[in-house]
């Protein structure tokens, strides 16, 4: 593989690209002028607590629809809630859920990327793909591990930056690009995954508050969902060698020397091509002995419903251990194969190596978990969404018109609340009976929702793997910051909130079918 720099797309017209990159160049300052992240959720944790104690003694009219009684404001700072707190800040940061997520799947990653497995893998997938589709190539990728649950944060998002390395690319490029199609495309996916049923029910429900025999089907937006890929894609390959590309291209790479060199190096030898082809061989074995766990109708895989990807499906809850070993075991033979790895003891330090670089990221993931239990305990959340809802309902706007609201004031929200189910269990039972009372059917709400749910994640720093982001960038421009990332991340947000709407409106136009038993209006 040469080191030579790839074709690209021509850039941006330079007055128009040097005017957004001031833009983003002040974005940039004034977001690293912000604490570090993890003193940034101390600030917020302490805001949510003084917030919360002033609203607390006031009474809203806003049902909370998880109770059906008048939402609370619950204060942080009562003494029974500071007790609770206190009691539970070992078991709040243990659970936090992206916490276990990422440490034990970058084990068995950090196991074939020390082996020299994956930088021999990225060698051979780039000598077969054409430089100039290894952009859109990684965000389908980046789009299709939505499947995998969150496997994308911790695996796609830093291949993303390997693989722009090795080709002779910006690796941060690489990062914003996977970053976008992971998060900023979340419910881009033509493979379903446990999220459709999840957001299904929560459909299904605000339906039967205004219709109890109205009924919704699980891939209800399955269509919707595949055509809006290419639109991810699209949008994603264009601002990436567009306009991400030419502005980091300024930013130059402060990466260890000898990892430079690493990702780098061109050719594999004798013994290294033999150790990968045993490797992806032993790989190939895991998929194949999975697929043959997985198949029968009695597998233990399976719901009881006999479903393999619904959520809370054995199959989907072992996806990150089983992330765990089809990279640890393919790791193990390349690394004794090629002879990076003599002994355990070369295993065992690898796996060290791997989670000594994860200490910056347990101290934010800390402070984060804190933040997020004050804020989900104080209900303030659950106000903003409810006020919002609200607002948009008094408005009574053109059908059209109404869509784009929710798809916005899903955008906002999704800033503050990142999980998709949360947030759409306060606004289902609002925004689907609502938009069912002036004939927009529930799968339309839903496939609405879905777009501002997914292009906001990506300039949240609350969102809640914003600070591994980070961290994965800090691996190669070591003073990138919450700003650095934010500015990288707004065209992307920007365009596809924009393009996605369109899209949405028009696919509504056109009748296409959004996916199974989905009308457009009600009843």
Known sequence: MSSEQPEQSPPLPRAELRGASRVLDALERAGNKLPDPAVLFVVLAAVVVVLSAALATLQFSEIDP????????????????????????????????????????????????????????LKKVLAVTPRALLTPMLILVAIASHTAADAGYVLV????????????????????????????????????????????????AGASILDPKRTVNPLCNWFFCSASCLVIVAVGWYITDRVIEPRVARTPVDAAPEEQEQHMTSALSPREARALLLALASMALGVALLVAASAPASSPLRAPTGQLTISGAPLMSAIVPLIFLFFLVPGLVYGYVAGTFTSHRDVIDGMSKTMSTMAYYLVMAFFAAQFIYLFNRSNLGALLALKGAAGLQALALPSAVTIVGVILLTAITDILIGSASAKWALLAPILVPMLMSIGISPELTQAAYRIGDSTTNIISPLMVYFPLVVVFCQKYVKGTGIGTLVALMVPYSVTFLVAWTLFLLAYWQLGLPLGLDAPYVYP
């Open 66 to 121: 998880r109770t059906k009684q008048p939402l609370v404001v619950h204060s942080q700072l009562s003494g029974k809630a500071i007790a609770e707190f206190l009691a539970t800040m070992v078991q709040t940061f243990t659970g936090f859920q992206p916490l276990g997520v990422v440490l034990v799947a970058l084990l068995g990653v950090g196991i074939a990327e020390r082996s020299g497995f994956i930088n021999a893998g």
């Open 157 to 204: 998002i830093p291949l993303g930056g390997v693989i722009f390395q090795a080709a002779g690319r910006h690796p941060l490029a690489g990062i914003a690009a996977a970053f976008a199609g992971v998060s900023g495309g979340f419910s881009a996916n033509f493979i379903p995954s446990s999220l459709d049923p999840l957001l299904q029910g929560l459909t299904q």
